[in-house]
């Protein structure tokens, strides 16, 4: 097998000028084959400059940037790449793409399908048509990976675990996200971390908690914000009403002590709900029965305007003869991602390879 080919080194005998300088130039040439040391910013007000004095190949040739070259973007929102258009006099200018085209391992850099090489570098903005990008793999499940790619220009997309955002909701179903151009010219692992879904919130006797939040999913320095924890109601009591029996007095004490009032329905209204923090759950606080549509008169009794049992218009002292409160733990907030298992289902990541439009 001859899968490596032996470069010469130079000599200086005075030999075949095959086994000298030739051999020099070889690895020369050999070495700044795809060498990019060009500058290129975006100011993110769509303009990019290209510093002077930068070295880039182009198809074996070497071409050094003179001076500064300005370039105005057609959409300030769009991600765009540098092409090379060489002019075939020895001398070349800049143009710019919304595809990298595809990584060519002998040139050792990206070049479109017109032949034209593109710079290692990317602009800020969004990546135009998406969609029109190449699937190669994704993962789902809460954990810490090793990925390893080709060289080229990747589109990649990060979901983390399933929370809240802080909305009235038991169960996790909001995300927050993260989209990205990625370029690799490198042959080392990549970190890939997926965060985990928030549990959702326990019930109990009283209100649903609330579910917990989703853990970051990052890539190599790329993350995703958490997403935060329910803040608000969630659920309803199991136990809304209960209808314990009051009686009631005419307030001016001309009605006999034992007229009554018909059965009140007394509703349990929670003060204090479950909620989901990053990780940790917390009971709610307790419930208690409200008396609907009636005054309090003082510390003991309430009044209510209502008739008699002979149908006379008159005011009632009334007497709760059963508890006027309740305690009903609010359910326990769901853990956080954070604290999920790793194998668990959790945040996303997906990559596409970006060439052509």
Same mark, same amino acid.
């Given at each position: 097998?001859?899968?490596?080919?032996?470069?010469?080194?130079?000599? !200086?005998?005075?030999?075949?000028?095959?086994?000298?300088?030739?051999?020099?130039?070889?690895?020369?040439?050999?070495?700044?084959?795809?060498? &990019?040391?060009?500058?290129?910013?975006?100011? *993110?007000? %769509?303009?990019?400059?290209?510093?002077?004095?930068?070295?880039?190949?182009?198809?074996?040739?070497?071409?050094?940037?003179?001076?500064?070259?300005?370039?105005?973007?057609?959409?300030?929102?769009?991600?765009?790449?540098?092409?090379?258009? &060489?002019?075939? !006099? *020895?001398?070349?200018?800049?143009?710019?793409?919304?595809?990298?085209?595809?990584?060519?391992?002998?040139? @050792? %850099?990206?070049?479109?399908?017109?032949?034209?090489?593109?710079? !290692?570098?990317?602009?800020?903005?969004?990546?135009?048509?998406?969609?029109?990008?190449?699937?190669?793999?994704?993962?789902?499940?809460?954990?810490?990976?090793?990925?390893?790619?080709?060289?080229?220009?990747?589109?990649?997309?990060?979901?983390?675990?399933?929370?809240?955002?802080?909305?009235? #909701?038991?169960?996790?179903? @909001?995300?927050?996200?993260?989209?990205?151009?990625?370029?690799?010219?490198?042959?080392?692992?990549?970190?890939?971390?997926?965060?985990?879904?928030?549990?959702?919130?326990?019930?109990?006797?009283?209100?649903?908690?609330?579910?917990?939040?989703?853990?970051?999913?990052?890539?190599?320095?790329?993350?995703?914000?958490?997403?935060?924890? %329910? @803040?608000?109601?969630?659920?309803?009591? !199991?136990?809304?009403?209960?209808?314990?029996?009051?009686?009631?007095?005419?307030?001016?004490?001309?009605?006999?002590?034992?007229?009554?009032?018909?059965?009140?329905?007394?509703?349990?209204?929670?003060?204090?709900?479950?909620?989901?923090?990053? *990780?940790?759950?917390? &009971?709610?606080?307790?419930?208690?029965?409200?008396?609907?549509?009636?005054?309090?008169?003082?510390?003991?009794?309430?009044?209510?305007?209502?008739?008699?049992?002979?149908?006379?218009?008159?005011?009632?002292?009334?007497?709760?003869?059963?508890?006027? #409160?309740?305690?009903?733990?609010?359910?326990?907030?769901?853990?956080?991602? #954070?604290?999920?298992? &790793?194998?668990?289902?959790?945040?996303?990541?997906?990559?596409?390879?970006?060439?052509?439009?």
């Amino acid at each position: 097998m001859n899968e490596l080919q032996l470069i010469p080194n130079p000599d !200086n005998l005075p030999n075949a000028v095959t086994s000298g300088y030739q051999q020099q130039n070889t690895n020369i040439f050999t070495i700044q084959t795809g060498i &990019d040391t060009t500058e290129p910013y975006d100011n *993110g007000n %769509g303009v990019i400059t290209i510093p002077a004095g930068g070295v880039v190949e182009n198809n074996g040739v070497l071409f050094k940037l003179a001076e500064n070259v300005i370039l105005n973007k057609p959409n300030i929102n769009t991600a765009y790449f540098v092409e090379i258009i &060489d002019h075939g !006099n *020895g001398n070349a200018s800049f143009g710019l793409v919304t595809r990298p085209g595809a990584w060519n391992s002998g040139k @050792k %850099g990206c070049y479109t399908q017109l032949n034209r090489r593109v710079l !290692n570098w990317v602009s800020t903005g969004n990546l135009d048509n998406p969609s029109n990008t190449s699937y190669i793999n994704h993962w789902n499940l809460k954990g810490t990976y090793n990925v390893q790619l080709p060289f080229g220009f990747f589109y990649i997309q990060l979901r983390s675990g399933l929370g809240a955002m802080n909305l009235d #909701s038991r169960n996790p179903t @909001k995300y927050e996200s993260f989209d990205f151009i990625y370029f690799n010219n490198k042959t080392k692992n990549k970190i890939l971390k997926i965060g985990g879904n928030g549990q959702s919130g326990k019930t109990s006797e009283g209100w649903q908690g609330f579910c917990g939040g989703g853990e970051a999913t990052e890539f190599e320095n790329y993350k995703t914000k958490n997403t935060p924890f %329910g @803040k608000r109601n969630a659920g309803n009591t !199991n136990s809304t009403h209960r209808t314990p029996f009051i009686s009631g007095t005419p307030f001016n004490g001309w009605r006999s002590p034992t007229d009554t009032l018909d059965t009140l329905t007394l509703e349990v209204r929670p003060v204090n709900n479950g909620f989901g923090n990053n *990780g940790y759950g917390n &009971d709610g606080g307790e419930g208690m029965y409200s008396l609907p549509n009636i005054q309090t008169s003082d510390n003991t009794f309430f009044t209510i305007n209502g008739r008699d049992t002979t149908g006379r218009n008159t005011t009632f002292r009334l007497f709760a003869s059963g508890v006027n #409160s309740v305690n009903y733990n609010g359910g326990a907030g769901g853990d956080g991602g #954070s604290v999920m298992l &790793d194998g668990t289902e959790g945040g996303y990541c997906e990559i596409r390879g970006i060439t052509w439009n």
